[in-house]
């Protein structure tokens, strides 16, 4: 039960707008724009996705280097701001909310237990951790929507 109950929050949610819906509700050409002040709406999704998939790639490589904090986990301001770059960031960050969910699918992933090569840390603990973030950047990037898309006049 404990399995489903997690996926469902990261697929599905029973709270908000599920990731799918609102990332397919984002027309790309908003994606660079500017708020004074606040991130893009690509750069709050780049933002979720490096770190979902270092908490992931954490959980399950004891190889695995996290990129340096902070300016590892968003996107370089060098970076070319591009149509193209949203539905590249969109797909990554699903193909890794996958192979997550595959993760706790795995009968033989004991999600109470610590991870063999970080202690104190439990498979339950970074999942929690990715729907938190998650959720919080997927609201930023509903603000963010909101904000480019209301009426001027």
Request: net charge negative; with cysteine; hydrophobic share 40%.
């Amino acid at each position: 039960m404990l399995a489903e109950n997690l996926i469902e929050f990261l697929t599905r949610s029973p709270a908000h707008l599920s990731y799918r819906q609102i990332l397919d509700q984002i027309d790309p050409a908003l994606c660079h724009k500017r708020v004074a002040g606040v991130h893009t709406i690509w750069e709050e999704l780049e933002h979720t996705m490096i770190a979902q998939e270092d908490i992931i790639r954490f959980t399950l490589d004891p190889k695995w280097k996290s990129p340096p904090w902070p300016e590892g986990y968003w996107p370089s301001e060098d970076t070319p701001l591009n149509d193209e770059r949203w539905p590249v960031s969109v797909e990554k960050f699903f193909a890794d909310l996958t192979l997550l969910t595959d993760m706790i699918r795995n009968a033989g992933v004991d999600l109470h237990a610590e991870l063999p090569h970080a202690p104190g840390y439990t498979y339950i603990r970074e999942i929690l951790l990715i729907i938190d973030h998650n959720a919080y950047h997927m609201g930023k990037i509903m603000q963010l929507k909101k904000m480019l898309t209301e009426d001027k006049s």
